[in-house]
């Protein structure tokens, strides 16, 4: 069967809904989304589509990454009764010769569901694992209160504390954390002020944060407030007014939950804050296998069964 294959036009994505149908999981659906025109700014993209008899059957996209610049996002959907023809594998080489002609990496990532079709795929192509990441359903009450540590004479050394996310300080905390946890896929030399913009701004559906400090009396004869050992920020669950009105009781607030991976005592930590923060709302966490002191809490709190698992995993494949 001879194939066109062209770049991404308008109106592709309603053709290809109709071929497609719906996504078959969370990880198709938001991948889906990366298809477009061409781009080189803000970040670099490519999306070329298979078309049978000029309708549009498949589709291939690489798009760049400022926070991980050494393998580009990638992602591709053939209809299933096109598949196991070498269609997929042909626009991914595409692509990549693409990227190499602009001066891009050739390395891909993408994000998969356990025993998809796109799994095999990526295995197939010789990609390999290289992270799970789950989003854990925190139940309320889940966590009885964790007392905050303190010293020989009843006095606290620690302190949980409201901050504003445009504060420096944890932005700068919240980026050693994520760099920590992504050793697995590098992240770039990027500054504060993107790291800002990314993860805390009104861009980001940020709307709060709290930390904890650790060994504030001594720092406080220093003039300072204390280390942050453990933070959460909290995100709008809609991005519209009218979606948020489905918000109810039951429905979990959105968790970015970071700590310091050199500190001894980071599951103590966590569990702090999640005992807190759960007293009377459920919370929903990203947890990456790489962040080991969150997946210390959380799978214990999975197999007594006061948390689960969200949806299918996100497994992420790459081309070492």
Sequence with gaps: MAYEIRPWREGDDLALLQIWGDAANTNEQQQRAAFGPDMNAPYFSRTLVATDNDVPVAAAVITSSALHPSRLWSYVEVAKDHRRQGLGTELLARLERTAEEFGQITALRVKLAPFSSGEQFAQAKGMQLIQRSRMVRIEAGAIPPVPLREDENGKPTQAIEDIATGSVELTAALWDFYQQAHQWDVPGQVGLGTVNRYFLSDEARAFGAVVLRDHIRQAAAEGKKGA??????????????????????????????????????????????LSLLTVKHPVLVEVDDDMTALVEVTDVLLRNGTASVEDDPTLIYATR
């Design 228 to 273: 942050i050992i453990a933070f959460a920020i909290s995100y709008h669950p809609f991005e519209s007014d009218e979606a948020a009105r489905l918000v109810t009781e039951d429905t979990p607030t959105e968790l970015l939950l970071g700590y310091d991976f050199e500190n001894p005592g980071a599951v103590e930590a966590i569990m702090q804050l």
